[in-house]
């Protein structure tokens, strides 16, 4: 009997580290798992419209031809782009929190940096991008409602998980810019760990390996 209050008393004593991870690592991966969730209905919801209407549905590859100060067509050539940039800027955000596990405090800074600058470096592509199929083809504009490339929810499509994405990019940014100022602070040195370096690489993972699945499902599938 004694033995079965000593045990229900360590079970719920509380403080304990479920994984062996923090519990703001935990909240973390509980909300990249939402918003995964929230991801692949957009996904799956493109995915159902582009084959009921395979016939009119516009070919991505014909769509995304253009490339800044190139002339002719360039089908897909900047998206492969955008797509390197930001797989590059995850490389840095693994150097960075890799540097902070070490306490290399200017490591980190120059790391953190380049990764802002890659997601900067995605966002004005992904604007760029946008403007050329704002302009639509042969004077007819690519809106919610009207796709001179097909059918309009193609484009309803493009705007919202783009955008959505974009918005998860931007954020993503400003958190970052955040997590700089405060690292060139020593915030995290006085603190002795870097975890919330290691917490915002979580969230930029998730974001890049999003991207991944929204480039295979709406530019080559």
Same mark, same amino acid.
């Given at each position: 009997?004694?033995?079965?209050? @000593? ?11 479920? %994984? /062996? /991870? ?10 990249? +798992?939402?918003? /995964? ?6 996904? /799956?919801?493109? #995915? ?13 590859? @014909? ?36 540097? #902070? ?22 966002? #004005? ?40 994405? #974009? ?6 940014? +400003?958190?970052? +810019?955040?997590?700089? +100022? ?15 370096? @290691? ?15 929204? %480039? ?6």
């Amino acid at each position: 009997m004694e033995q079965t209050q @000593e045990n229900t008393a360590e079970a719920w004593k509380g403080g304990d580290k479920p %994984f /062996a /991870a923090s519990y703001g690592k935990l909240m973390m991966w509980f909300f990249l +798992i939402t918003d /995964a969730l929230t991801f692949s209905a957009f996904l /799956a919801s493109y #995915g159902f419209s582009r084959f009921k209407y395979p016939d009119i549905w516009p070919k991505a590859e @014909e769509v995304f031809t253009h490339f800044p100060f190139l002339d002719g067509e360039h089908p897909l050539l900047f998206v492969a782009l955008m797509t390197f940039i930001l797989i590059m800027s995850s490389v840095t955000m693994v150097l960075a929190v890799n540097y #902070g596990h070490k306490m290399q405090k200017n490591k980190v800074i120059l790391w953190l940096s380049l990764t802002i600058v890659g997601g900067l470096m995605f966002l #004005g592509s992904q604007a760029w991008e946008w403007s050329h199929f704002i302009h639509g083809l042969d004077g007819v504009p690519a809106t919610l409602i009207s796709n001179p490339y097909g059918h309009p929810l193609f484009a309803d499509y493009f705007y919202f998980i783009t955008g959505f994405h #974009g918005f998860h990019v931007f954020s993503g940014v +400003i958190i970052l +810019i955040v997590i700089l +100022i405060n690292v060139i602070k020593g915030t995290y040195e006085r603190r002795g760990h870097y975890e919330m370096v @290691e917490k915002v690489g979580l969230y930029w993972h998730f974001v890049d390996l999003v991207w991944v699945f929204v %480039f295979t499902f709406f530019y080559l599938v």
